[in-house]
């Protein structure tokens, strides 16, 4: 019979328990509309459709959800960020750290089957222009956590399921949003996998 480990998760160290709060912006429509917000808002209206023809469809989709001013979480294909080599390679790194941190505990106990919970924390991640123009203008940098339950046989053989999730509150600048022409929102995703 294998045991399953409740002690504190695996892989924990540096990463933050909860997400960080939105930085110090305004209130929303805090400030009086000007009519340089009007024309800022006019362009901004203007960008979504020719980003969308150059194949930039991340980064128009966020500026479209910026706009309508609903302030409504907005979902992202957590898997293609995940794709993404830069985010990819801090990823592959936590879980290589689980792995790891799993065999380590699984050596000093009886070696049956174990499983052990993991949990990275949230952990931030800035996006390349090389690793992405569309993400990299989307989003700029996100925060991500990665949790899941690390098995290890009693031949040491390891297999990882995790969740990534990601997180961010897009803010686009500030100004639209306190003028209350646009709305601030937050950026949500998760993938799932298994290694």
Do not use: I
Not at 3 to 16: E, F, N, V, W, Y
Not at 24 to 38: H, I, K, M, S, T
Not at 39 to 53: E, G, H, S
Not at 96 to 105: H, I, K, M, P, Q
């Amino acid at each position: 019979m294998g045991k399953t480990d409740l002690s504190r998760p695996l892989g924990r160290t540096g990463g933050r328990a909860d997400t960080e709060p939105p930085g110090g912006n305004a209130r929303f429509a805090e400030r009086p509309v000007r009519p340089y917000d009007l024309v800022t808002r006019a362009v901004c209206r203007a960008l979504p459709p020719f980003w969308a023809a150059l194949g930039l469809r991340q980064t128009a989709g966020t500026l479209r959800h910026y706009l309508r001013g609903t302030g409504a979480p907005y979902r992202v294909d957590a898997a293609l960020l995940l794709a993404l080599p830069g985010v990819r390679s801090v990823a592959e790194e936590q879980l290589d750290r689980w792995r790891a941190e799993a065999v380590a505990r699984w050596r000093e106990g009886p070696r049956t089957s174990s499983a052990y919970p993991a949990d990275s924390g949230w952990r931030a991640v800035t996006l390349t222009r090389r690793g992405g123009t569309d993400w990299w203008l989307a989003l700029r940098a996100v925060d991500y956590r990665l949790t899941g339950t690390v098995r290890v046989s009693p031949d040491g053989a390891v297999v990882t399921d995790y969740r990534f999730a990601v997180c961010k509150v897009w803010g686009g600048g500030g100004r639209l949003h306190e003028a209350g022409l646009a709305r601030e929102f937050t950026v949500t995703g998760e993938a799932f996998g298994h290694v």
